[in-house]
């Protein structure tokens, strides 16, 4: 990486390329004061700057005069990440026919595919995937494409990676797996999807926590009734508690009622030896203790 100081044309090229001004670039370019892949500090050359503001005779001009598609950030991003995060379709076709690889990862191991399924730009994703993109890729944090598309909610681009072959339940490092962090943010229809497509209703994290633990954890109602069809673990988990003392705890009536009627034992001690109506006295919710003493009451007559 040289860090020699820009040059005042350095300047005047950055700007025309982030303001989309082609003359002011074929100017620059002709004069051959300047080179064309000159980059700022950061690494950023005027393709990048061009794709990433959208401005696609520019792009196409840069790579006319020369300019190398494969040039990176010091971050690792491209051009075709730029233009992968914006949705920029014709910048990403135009730079992947000029040779710019399509997984080039950045220093996170995210590739162009991951930024584009983060924004759910779905037509930039099949383009992506036809020049060969890696469905199944990681980044350092173990996280793949589905992931980043059941973290955000995205149920056309789960659909759309999972047609291509994407495997539905690859976990990060940390143990989470895509129906696990879509059930935290409260997708339910990308929980539907990721658990019709075969994802493992009781795949358990490192501590212990299975995805519906952690949806009556946060009172989920609508993500805790998707687990319920695929028939969850309702006993002791890995961690020592239940699903019904989860939602004992925070007091969330809805969602103990819901785990009631799919035969949760309000009997069941954790490993502190107490009950679901001892974590609803603790956490001092007078609705759930109540909803739980009738219960028990009509189930001893």
């Not at 000159?38 to 690494?43: A, E, H, I, K, P």
């Not at 520019?58 to 020369?66: D, H, M, N, S, T």
């Not at 135009?94 to 220093?107: A, E, F, K, M, N």
Request: glycine share 8%.
């Amino acid at each position: 990486m040289s860090m020699k100081k820009e040059t005042p044309s350095d300047v005047k090229l950055h700007l025309a390329a982030v303001n989309g001004d082609l003359g002011v670039i074929r100017r620059l370019l002709d004069s051959g004061k300047v080179h064309v892949d000159c980059s700022d500090r950061d690494g950023t050359t005027p393709l990048i700057l061009s794709a990433a503001n959208g401005h696609f005779e520019c792009v196409g001009e840069l790579l006319e005069q020369g300019a190398d598609p494969t040039a990176r950030r010091h971050t690792g991003t491209t051009a075709l990440f730029f233009a992968a995060q914006s949705g920029y379709v014709e910048i990403a076709s135009l730079l992947l026919r000029h040779g710019t690889p399509v997984d080039i990862p950045s220093v996170d191991g995210g590739t162009p595919l991951f930024v584009a399924c983060q924004y759910a730009h779905l037509e930039m994703i099949q383009l992506l995937i036809k020049h060969g993109a890696n469905v199944n890729a990681q980044m350092k944090d173990g996280a793949t494409p589905v992931f980043i598309a059941a973290q955000n909610g995205h149920c056309s681009v789960v659909s759309l990676l999972l047609a291509h072959g994407a495997r539905v339940s690859i976990p990060r490092l940390d143990s989470a797996t895509p129906l696990w962090i879509a059930a935290q943010m409260n997708h339910s229809d990308v929980c539907r999807m990721l658990l019709q497509a075969g994802h493992p209703v009781d795949i358990v994290r490192k501590n212990g926590a299975t995805a519906l633990f952690k949806a009556c954890h946060k009172g989920h109602i609508d993500v805790v009734n998707e687990l319920l069809k695929c028939k969850p673990n309702l006993g002791l988990l890995p961690n020592g508690e239940s699903a019904l003392h989860a939602a004992c705890l925070f007091g969330h009536l809805p969602v103990v009622k819901m785990l009631m009627k799919a035969g949760a034992d309000p009997k069941l001690r954790n490993q502190d030896g107490l009950t679901p109506i001892d974590l609803a006295k603790n956490g001092n919710h007078p609705q759930v203790i109540h909803y739980l003493q009738q219960w028990q009451l009509y189930m001893s007559k």
